[in-house]
């Protein structure tokens, strides 16, 4: 069980790449999320899925896109890439059923710097 | 919306000494509390979670918080500290009928020898 997998690990783009971090989980998880984490603002929601087909907005979801077409995979895409979106990004998945395994468990992350 | 405050953003400590990491929320709902921690360069780790029953939850390595819904805290405390326990932890709240988790900002914790 590798959990919830991201890659890159480290990724440096020029203002106007665009890319797409990937994330993965092999818990069979209906929920994923991308989070965006920056210094002395926690953890950030930018965009989340509650199953294949079905996406939604999170706090932040400006310049970012997502799309979730099978039940493991839930990549981020960045269509221009700024600035303000170097940060460290972090993928989650959890299952939707029941109250006890609300335990939402994160990737390793991908630290983006864009300049 | 729920909210969460991490009253501290730094709390240096020596080694075997106690530490207490604060966490306040808002929310016009029942909800779920979280700590997540954060080793140097990792991603976050589940430390403890409050879904309902006893109002103090204990984690394996010695952390304990305690839910307390009429001052809306949710304080983790530990009575020892290690060089290891070093790292960022993060106060979460989730709605009970929902999957959305909000952040406090974190508190770095630095042991000292």
């Keep these: 069980n590798a959990g919830v997998t991201q890659t890159p690990k480290f990724q440096v783009l020029k203002t106007g790449q665009s890319m797409t971090l990937q994330c993965a989980q092999d818990m069979n998880h209906e929920y994923m999320s991308w989070y965006r984490q920056d210094p002395g603002m926690g953890l950030r929601l930018i965009h989340y899925s509650v199953g294949a087909g079905i996406t939604d907005q999170g706090e932040v979801p400006n310049g970012y896109n997502v799309s979730r077409s099978t039940t493991e995979d839930f990549p981020l895409r960045l269509l221009s890439a700024a600035p303000s979106q170097t940060s460290v990004y972090f993928c989650a998945s959890k299952t939707l059923a029941g109250a006890y395994t609300d335990t939402q468990y994160f990737g390793p992350g991908t630290r983006l710097t864009v300049l | ?113």
């Design chain 2, 1 to 113: 919306a729920q909210s969460v405050t991490q009253l501290d953003s730094q709390v240096p400590v020596f080694e075997e000494a106690p530490v207490e990491l604060r966490c306040n929320y808002s929310s016009s709902v029942s909800v779920y509390l979280f700590w997540y921690v954060q080793y140097p360069n990792q991603g976050l780790q589940l430390l403890l979670k409050y879904l309902s029953g006893s109002t103090l939850v204990e984690s394996i390595n010695g952390f304990e918080a305690e839910f307390n819904k009429s001052q809306t805290s949710f304080h983790l405390r530990k009575p020892s500290v290690h060089i290891s326990d070093t790292a960022e932890y993060f106060c979460a709240v989730q709605k009970a009928a929902g999957n959305k988790l909000t952040f406090g900002g974190g508190t770095r914790v630095l042991v000292k020898p």
